[in-house]
C-alpha cells in the first residue's frame, strides 16, 4: 500500500504532461506530493522518513525553481539530485559511520555478516549514482517527451529490477534455516 501511495504523484505528472505540458505537470507533482508525505506524516504516527523529507524538499525548490523561472532544467536537475544525495548518504553511512543504511534499515530483519550488508549498501550507492548520471544523459541530449517516459516508466523499472536482484542476492546469503522458516511462512 505505501509503494502504491508514494507511486501516485508520478502517475498524476505524467498524466499532466501528456495532458498540457511540464510546468503544469511540475506544479501537480509538488502538489500530489505534498499530500502524500502529510498523509503518511499522519498514517505513521506523525513520523517522516529522511528519504521522503528530502525527496519532497528537492520537489518543492526545483519545481518552484521551474515554475518560476519558466525553465524545465531545474525539475530534470532534481532527480539527479536526489539520486544523488542518496548515494552520497549511502557512502557515508558505510565508509565514516561503519553503518551501512541498507543493515540499518532491514538488520533487525534479517541476519547476515557484515561483508553482505557492506557489499549491498555499496551496490545501491552506486546504482543511485549511475541512475543520477543516466538522467542527465537523458535529460539533456533527449526530447522532453522521452526524458518524462523515462523519468516515469524507465527508472521505475530498473529500480524495481535492482530491488528484486537486490532480494535474491539477500536470501542466497540468509543462513539456511533462515531460508527454511522462510519458505515455511508461505505455506
Not at 532544467?73 to 557512502?91: M, N, R
Not at 541512475?131 to 535529460?139: E, Q, R, S
Not at 527508472?155 to 524495481?160: G, I, M, N, R
Request: charged share 15%; glycine share 4%.
Amino acid at each position: 500500500m505505501k509503494q502504491l501511495v508514494e507511486f501516485i504523484p508520478l502517475v498524476i505528472f505524467f498524466i499532466v504532461y501528456k495532458m498540457v505540458d511540464i510546468y503544469a505537470a511540475t506544479a501537480a507533482l509538488m502538489v500530489a506530493m505534498t499530500i502524500t508525505f502529510i498523509y503518511s506524516y499522519f498514517k505513521n504516527g506523525k513520523k517522516a522518513e529522511k528519504m521522503q523529507i528530502i525527496t519532497l524538499a528537492m520537489i518543492l525548490i526545483f519545481g518552484t525553481l521551474t515554475l518560476v523561472l519558466h525553465d524545465d532544467v531545474f525539475i530534470k536537475w532534481k532527480v539527479t539530485l536526489v539520486y544523488a544525495v542518496f548515494s552520497i548518504a549511502l557512502l557515508v553511512t558505510q565508509f565514516i559511520f561503519k553503518k551501512p543504511a541498507i543493515k540499518q534499515m532491514l538488520g533487525k530483519e534479517l541476519e547476515l555478516p557484515d561483508n553482505i550488508w557492506n557489499n549491498l549498501n555499496l551496490a545501491w550507492a552506486l546504482f543511485f549514482a549511475s541512475l543520477g548520471a543516466i538522467n542527465v544523459y537523458v535529460a539533456f541530449t533527449m526530447s522532453q517527451e522521452v526524458w518524462v517516459n523515462f523519468k516515469v516508466f524507465g527508472l521505475l523499472a530498473v529500480t524495481l529490477l535492482f530491488t528484486i536482484l537486490s532480494g535474491l542476492y539477500l536470501y542466497k546469503h540468509l543462513p539456511q534455516d533462515s531460508q527454511k522458516n522462510s519458505v515455511n511462512d508461505k505455506k
